[in-house]
């Protein structure tokens, strides 16, 4: 069974950067497309960005220009850089994986917590 473990997370002022990691296991990480979703206090679990097992990438409008998501299928892992960060940007986010044409998976990791506050 896939595996996910968020890090990263932390508090940072507005206008700040924070890079998250989420580690892959129990498969196959290059067959895998990628996404990172974000819960912010009361509201839906929304998705942020996706990355595909090419390297094609796509974003919500709202991170658009400011986030960024990669992948290094050496090492398992998918990252999100996340630049000029706002109060808005606060939220627990997760990664998901699925394979290409599937549904997300499920289930969830514990997330890390992006607090942007002055």
């Known amino acids: 069974q896939v595996q996910l473990v968020e890090s990263g997370g932390g508090l940072v002022q507005p206008g700040g950067s924070l890079r998250l990691s989420c580690a892959f296991s129990g498969s196959i990480f290059s067959r895998y497309v990628m996404g990172w979703y974000r819960q912010a206090p009361g509201k839906q679990r929304e998705l942020v960005a996706t990355?595909?097992?090419?390297?094609?990438?796509n974003y919500v409008e709202p991170v658009k220009g400011r986030f960024t998501i990669s992948r290094d299928n050496a090492k398992n892992t998918v990252y999100l850089q996340m630049n000029s960060l706002t109060p808005e940007d606060t939220a627990v986010y997760f990664c998901?994986?699925?394979?290409?044409?599937?549904?997300?998976?499920?289930?969830w990791g514990q997330g890390t917590q992006v607090t942007v506050s002055s």
């Open positions: 990355i595909t097992s090419g390297g094609s990438a």
């Open positions: 998901n994986a699925k394979v290409s044409g599937s549904s997300w998976l499920g289930y």
